[in-house]
Every structure is written in C-alpha cells, then in structure tokens.
C-alpha cells in the first residue's frame, strides 16, 4: 500500500493559531480553576502547547478513547478505554480535541463527563471537518475549518503513522484521497 502526505497547514501557522486561541482561553478564565482534558492519542501534541502558551495556571488530564484502527472512517462507535483519574465536580474542564469530523465523539464524552458534575465544560479542537458533521456540537474555541480529507500530523495518526509530523498534512492512498 502507498501512502503519501501532502502539506495542508504549515507548522507556523499552527503555531500562530495555538498562541491564539491560548490568548482567548487565558482571558476567559482568568481567575478560575481550570482543567484542560486532552483525548487520547491525537490530542496530546495540540493539548502540551496549548498548555504552554496559556498565561494562567491549570491542570491536566486524559481520557482514551478507541480509534478508527485501519479505517479512516469512524465506526459510530465510542469506547472509553481509559477514563479520567482527577475528581471534576465543580471544576472548569475544557475539553481538547484534534478534530470534530462526525461529532459522536464528543456529544458521547460530553455526556460522560457531565455526570461527574463540573461547574462548566467548554470544547476546545483544533480542527473541524463541517461537511462530516452528523451532529452539531458547539466548539468554544476553534483552530482551523478543513476540507473532507483524512489528516495526519502535529499527534494524529493513520493506523499509528505520521503523529510526529510537526505540520498537518492529508493523505492519498493509492492515489485515492
Ligand atoms: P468523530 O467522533 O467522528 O467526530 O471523530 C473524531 C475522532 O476521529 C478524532 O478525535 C480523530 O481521532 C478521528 N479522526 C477524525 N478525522 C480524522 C482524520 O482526518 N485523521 C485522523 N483521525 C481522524
Ligand atoms: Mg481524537
């Protein structure tokens, strides 16, 4: 199988938007106790400077969820294989996502995150794929929209591969995107 990566956002640029939306994160909760939970594997590289550019104190956490394996579309189904280990009842929690593509993601760890009843839980992702949304789930804070193509890069994976690209790129199987 050929697999080939093609640029799509330059490492500056993310690097730009992440001081940005670090900037708008710090100001919205200032003075607040904030809880930044990443979602396994993708999120850990956008979560860790994410973290760095922020200009107020928080914490952080993980939550796992299963992945799409070989497939490069989702299943519909969500597994949480690891759950979080920090109590967030009465916390601030920002959820942290590498990409919102059908939404299901989400909408089912909101639910599950509700139930430990945080004082607020926002979404923060860095990027979104519109066109493959099944549900429409608000996203607080927003890195880039991006066009219905399957990305790897900057801690996102195809079947494990690319996550240390430090820009995001899309890839062509077999000449087919
Ligand atoms: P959703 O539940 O369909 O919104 O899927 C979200 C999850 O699917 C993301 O957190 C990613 O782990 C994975 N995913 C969606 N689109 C892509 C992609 O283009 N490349 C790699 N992983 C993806
Ligand atoms: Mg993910």
């Not at 710090?26 to 003075?31: G, P």
């Not at 299963?66 to 009842?89: L, R």
């Not at 066009?147 to 591969?161: A, H, L, S, W």
């Amino acid at each position: 199988m050929n697999v080939k990566v093609f640029k799509l956002i330059p490492e500056e640029d993310i690097k730009n938007k992440v001081k940005e939306l670090a900037d708008r994160i710090s100001k919205d909760y200032l003075n607040k106790e904030l809880i930044l939970i990443g979602i396994l594997k993708g999120a850990f590289v956008f979560l860790a400077d994410l973290m760095r550019n922020l200009t107020i104190p928080s914490s952080c956490d993980f939550i796992k969820v299963s992945s799409y394996g070989k497939s490069t579309e989702s299943s519909g189904i969500v597994k949480i294989v690891a759950d979080i280990s920090m109590p967030i009842e009465d916390k601030d929690i920002l959820l942290v996502e590498d990409i919102v593509d059908t939404g299901l993601t989400l909408q089912y760890l909101i639910n599950h995150l509700s139930l430990k009843k945080p004082k607020s839980i926002k979404i923060c992702a860095l990027l979104d794929k519109p066109e493959r949304h099944k549900i429409e789930i608000p996203i607080d804070y927003l890195g880039f929209t991006i066009p219905n193509k399957f990305v790897v890069g900057y801690g996102i994976d195809y079947d494990e591969k690319f996550r240390y690209l430090p820009y995001i790129g899309y890839i062509e199987i077999n000449g087919e995107e």
